[in-house]
């Protein structure tokens, strides 16, 4: 089975510091990853995908292959960032396999 | 432009009850999901269709079934609602690109007594 691991529960960070949520999912050949977002009372959402390789928000993504991660960073935090951040891969069937969520604190 | 909906919020039930849970999509995706989201677990597949009146068990189905009669409706059933049933239950919808983005619903807060 496909799995997606998030090793942190909760990340807390001061605004204007630098953001690694960890992501590192069970190798198999190439991979689909995602980045999903839940801002407080909203649903979730689709942040990035790496395909696309771009920069959402200020988030960037790097597929590893050797080292089966696919972590999201920012280099400076802001408040609006607080949120539950999952990792995710394709399953087959169209499915997603979800990490277990890291939520994001941004103090002031 | 809410894309996927769900009948409701928030829902008190009584053990033993049947439960049914309602979602909708307008965006024409064959795909359609339930997970259950729970602190510290994440999300979790509970079924899911690939087509009209097919289904797939996902990870957790024991408990729960599914109908999809229409395209655009998938609903979640709980035949005989238990206490651990108690979560937050998310409805989602896809097409059938590999990247294609996997929309959300806003959740229903389920809460069984």
């Known amino acids: 089975a496909q799995r997606v691991t998030q090793p942190e529960k909760l990340l807390s960070v001061f605004k204007g510091a630098p953001v690694e949520l960890k992501c590192n999912y069970s190798?198999?050949?190439?991979?689909?990853l995602f980045w999903y977002v839940q801002y407080s009372r909203q649903r979730l959402q689709l942040l990035l995908r790496?395909?696309s390789r771009e920069s959402i928000k200020g988030f960037t993504a790097d597929l590893n292959k050797g080292e089966t991660s696919f972590h999201l960073k920012k280099p400076f935090a802001q408040e609006e960032d607080s949120a539950m951040y999952y990792c995710?891969?394709?399953?087959?069937?169209?499915?997603?396999?979800f990490g277990k969520g890291t939520m994001l604190l941004v103090s002031p | 432009d809410v894309k996927v909906t769900q009948s409701s919020r928030y829902l008190v039930k009584r053990t033993g009850e049947k439960v049914f849970l309602e979602c909708v999509q307008d965006m024409d995706h064959e795909n359609m999901f339930w997970y259950r989201q729970d602190p510290g677990l994440g999300l979790r597949l509970i079924y899911f269709?690939?087509?009209?009146?097919?289904?797939e068990k996902g990870d957790i189905p024991e408990g729960y079934s599914v109908s999809r009669e229409k395209k655009e409706r998938f609903s979640l059933i709980l035949e005989s609602a238990s206490t651990n049933q108690t979560s937050m239950y998310l409805c989602?919808?896809?097409?059938?690109?590999?990247?294609?983005?996997?929309?959300f619903g806003p959740g229903t807060r389920l809460t069984v007594l």
């Open positions: 995710a891969r394709n399953s087959g069937y169209s499915t997603l396999t």
């Open positions: 790496h395909i």
């Open positions: 989602a919808s896809r097409g059938l690109g590999s990247f294609d983005e996997q929309f």
């Open positions: 190798y198999s050949g190439s991979p689909e």
């Open positions: 269709s690939y087509d009209v009146k097919m289904k």
